[in-house]
């Protein structure tokens, strides 16, 4: 199970925000490069990009700084979403560097086009489904739909979707731990591995979490816990590695 720092831009500037909300978030670093160089020195094997000014905008914003972040580091694998929504902006990362791009808004509103981007882009797309009491939120969480989180994983299942990134938003930023139930059930619900986010707080978590990783959970994002301190990135990585390695 890999261990996935974020780093989530706003306005060029490295935050986190609570439940989504973007006037509730706190400023981490002016300079997401040097967070970024401060994860990868810890040992991360993959790191989490959002642009979260985009996801609202529905276009890229902070394009420049993913751009910067995935020259420094060309071997590293990096996923990014945010504002993510046609063929065009999906090509434009990928030739920036970028490893994986995460389809969110877009996939619950026109769940065809993930299957058009797969075609297009095969083993580079990842579904975002970001859930409140388990159905999908949509438009930077500012919408909540009638979708439940679950069913719309089934969807994908034969478009050939890397992984699906699940975010509890209720658990999201408040450390508060991570949902490991509502995870499991997406990891059930399809055959694509899935990526645990939102909560996650210290290692109780990341034992929580690796105790079912078997079942389908390839992956922890965690975000306020490591630039707060009370989850070290490469202490959970060994624990992860300690216990049975498994990848996307």
């Given amino acids: 199970m890999l261990i996935i720092p974020a780093i989530d831009l706003k306005d060029g500037q490295c935050v986190r925000l609570r439940q989504g909300l973007m006037e509730d978030s706190t400023v981490f670093s002016d300079e997401p490069v040097a967070m970024a160089r401060r994860w990868v020195a810890a040992g991360c094997r993959r790191l989490h990009l959002v642009d979260l000014n985009g996801a609202f905008a529905g276009e890229p914003v902070n394009g ?17 979403g945010g504002g993510i929504r046609s063929l065009e902006t999906i090509e434009h990362y ?11 808004t877009k996939a619950v509103k026109e769940p065809a086009f993930v299957a ?18 388990g159905l999908v939120a949509t438009d930077g969480w500012a919408e909540v739909s009638t979708l439940k989180a679950t069913d719309l994983a089934r969807r994908f299942e034969s478009d050939g979707v890397s992984a699906i990134v699940y975010t509890d938003i209720a658990r999201d930023g408040m450390m508060q731990g991570v949902n490991v139930e ?39 994002i965690t975000g306020r ?15 992860c590695d300690d216990l049975g390695a498994g990848e996307v």
């Avoid at 700084?65 to 996923?79: E, F, G, M, S």
């Avoid at 990928?94 to 969110?104: D, L, M, T």
């Avoid at 058009?116 to 009491?133: H, M």
């Avoid at 055959?191 to 922890?220: E, F, H, W, Y």
């Fill in 116 to 133: 058009e981007a797969c075609a297009a882009f095969p083993g580079r797309i990842i579904v975002g489904l970001d859930a409140k009491d």
């Fill in 182 to 220: 509502a995870t499991l059930a997406m990891a059930r619900a399809s055959s694509i591995p899935v990526i645990a986010s939102g909560g996650i707080t210290n290692m109780d978590d990341i034992r929580a979490l690796k105790a079912v990783a078997d079942q389908g959970i390839c992956g922890a």
């Fill in 94 to 104: 990928v030739r920036a560097g970028v490893s994986y791009v995460i389809i969110g």
């Fill in 225 to 239: 816990a490591i630039y707060e301190g009370t989850l070290d990135v490469a202490a959970a990585q060994r624990l």
């Fill in 64 to 80: 420049e700084v993913v751009t910067a972040i995935a020259a420094a580091w060309p071997d590293l694998p990096i996923q990014i």
